[in-house]
């Protein structure tokens, strides 16, 4: 059994900054990728950020210079520093980990359950 858990959300101003955290645990081997996607109301799930095992980083155009995606492997925890928050980032952001469960297992992804993030003007 695998449970990733999210904290962080919560309400903020237009400007301002949250941090989003994401631990991974149970029965991991390995955790390849880790990423963070968003949700508005209405439209579909999108990427927000990855990060790979080995650190490197990639961004959706609309957060790049304001989020920054980190991880602790040791932890096997992902985080998102999101700064100058800005009302059209408002969703819910769910966290994902494509992890092997065991040496020979397949890589399968896994999902947090999210966590709403709401910026007001």
């Known amino acids: 059994q695998v449970q990733l858990v999210e904290s962080g959300g919560g309400l903020v101003q237009a400007g301002g900054s949250l941090r989003l955290s994401c631990a991974a645990s149970?029965?991991?081997?390995?955790?390849?990728?880790m990423g963070w996607y968003l949700q508005a109301p209405g439209k579909q799930r999108e990427l927000v950020a990855l990060?790979?095992?080995?650190?490197?980083?990639n961004y959706a155009d609309s957060v790049k210079g304001r989020f920054t995606i980190s991880r602790d492997n040791a932890k096997n925890t992902v985080y998102l520093q999101m700064n100058s928050l800005k009302p059209e980032d408002t969703a819910v952001y769910y966290c994902n980990a494509d992890l092997r469960t065991g040496w020979a297992a397949s890589v399968f992804r896994y999902w947090g359950q999210g966590t709403q993030v709401t910026v007001s003007s």
């Open positions: 990060i790979t095992d080995g650190g490197t980083a």
């Open positions: 149970g029965s991991i081997f390995s955790i390849n990728t």
